[in-house]
């Protein structure tokens, strides 16, 4: 069986807050890239909860952030359609970033 590793580093600055969050997918020529913000959803089956990983760098806007989120709920909107094949939870979680995408243009920013 083949197994590949997710590797996430976390530079932190003196007060403990991220400057830099870099990654790669662990293969052997996989090149590491950097980013602002990563979310990590882990489903404890023990627990039957989710556990969860939220790290984003201080140079990150709070618009920039607002779109990580948006973006990663339609995200998971595709995800629970391929998965399960659940056309109501994915239209409704559309919807939701439908609603989030006009309020934050509502706040000035620009969406494209």
Not at 12 to 30: F, R, Y
Not at 88 to 93: K, N, P, R, V
Request: glycine share 4%; net charge negative.
């Amino acid at each position: 069986m083949k197994k590949i590793e997710l590797n996430f580093n976390i530079e932190l600055d003196e007060d403990k807050i991220p400057e830099k969050i870099t990654w790669n997918s662990g293969e052997k020529d996989a090149t590491e890239k950097e980013s602002k913000a990563i979310a990590v959803s882990i489903w404890d089956e023990k627990n039957n909860n989710t556990l969860r990983i939220d790290q984003w760098t201080k140079e990150m806007t709070v618009f920039e952030m607002k779109r990580f989120y948006i973006d990663t709920i339609g995200g998971l909107a595709q995800s629970i359609l391929s998965a399960t094949g659940d056309e109501f939870m994915a239209e409704e979680m559309n919807k939701m970033c439908e609603k989030f995408v006009a309020h934050v243009k509502n706040e000035g920013n620009n969406f494209s």
